[in-house]
Structures are given as C-alpha cells and as structure tokens.
C-alpha cells in the first residue's frame, strides 16, 4: 500500500473516532448518537441543541443509542400535563377506594379546600381531610368522569381546571353531582402534590338542591 493511502485511511479512522465523517462533518447528537447534517442547529431524532457542538463533545461509539433502542425521552409540556393529570387523577381514586393513605400521600403541607359539600367554608388541611375520611364510612358506589381537562405549568406551579361529574350514595340517599374544579399543585421531589382545591357545582344543580332540601323554589342569584 503506497504513503498517500496510508495516510488517507488513517485520516478517515481518526475523523471516525472523532465522529464526523470524513468530508461531511456530520456530528453525532450528545444525548441520543444520532447523526445529523452539516449546520443542523437541531438533532433530527431528539431535538437536542447542536449549535457549537464541539468534536469533543460527541457521542463515543460505545455510549450511542443502539438502533434497536429508542432515544432517551425528553420531558415536553405535554408530558408536564399528564404527570398533573396523573396525581388529579390518583386523588379522586382515593376517594373511589376508600384509601386514607393514598390521599394523604398526595396531599401539600398546605393543603386546603373549598367543597360543595357543607361545610362550604374553607376547610384547612387536617381537618379538611378528617371531614373527607369520616365521609368513607357512609360512602359506597362511588364514580367520578373528568371532562375539558386543562393544565397550565408555571415552574413548580400547576393549575388544573376541569368539570367533574360524579355520583354514588351516602347514608343510603343517591347523589349525582357536577362541578367546576380548580386544583392548584406544587412540585415536591419530582412529585405533584395538591396545594388548594376548589369544588363549585353548576348553578342549575346548585337550584335543584336548595329546593330538594327547602321543599320550596329558591330565587336564584347570579353566580
């Protein structure tokens, strides 16, 4: 083999550990090894930032993403809502099963709540809880449905608003319920835990109610 091909070769198998191919430069993706084309400014597969990307700060061979294996997962603003979506969702299975437990590990320090069950003051945390765990012993054939789920993430911040319908029975006596929900939740260690709570049944329900309990119509006020 003559001088020049000799260097030719050794030339491509450096530029090859160094991870670019030799004449098109095309660096790999430090998260996910995925190579990509000259003045990509975004990794094709992962979306990763490759503007500026050094050759010493590619991917080694031996710590690139298989082919048979998908790229790590990165966190979207998608995924932020359905982790706040998930712990909402833990909540209210709470209450179908019965678990004290699974409630209080969902809870804030700081948890309060206004319900749309009496009392309709503000509960504070422990007793807003004691009031809800006292209401399992009469509760049975609990069933709840979300609708028009809606997240906003503000840092550790979360707000989600739905409509909540639910129903079963208490002391015997069917209820079937629809509100407005608001439910404000704080990040602790990589956790969503609910800070404040805020239940608000539709007015024509509220109407229905007043009448059910006072035997009388009620005149109604704007909400």
Known sequence: MSKDRITVSLKKRWARTRHFEWGNEMPKCPTCGTENEEGNTLCRQ???????????????????????????????????????????????????????AAVKALMDEGYDKFDDWA??????????????????????????????????????????????????TMRNEQFNVTSRVTTVLRKQDSAWRVVHEHFSRFPEERQQQQQRQFGRPRVRFPV
């Open 46 to 100: 992962c979306r990763t930032r490759l503007s500026g990307l050094t050759q010493d700060q590619a991917v080694p061979d031996n710590q690139a993403v298989p082919q048979n294996q998908t790229a790590p997962k990165i966190q979207t603003g998608s995924s932020l809502e359905d982790d706040v979506k998930n712990a909402v969702v833990k909540r209210f299975d709470g209450i179908k099963n019965k678990d004290e």
């Open 119 to 168: 009392p309709y003051q503000r509960q504070e945390g422990t007793q807003a809880l004691e009031n809800e765990f006292s209401a399992f012993k009469v509760l049975s054939n609990y069933t709840y449905e979300l609708k028009d789920f809606k997240v906003n993430v503000l840092g550790d911040l979360a707000i989600a608003t739905f409509t909540m319908h639910y129903q079963g």
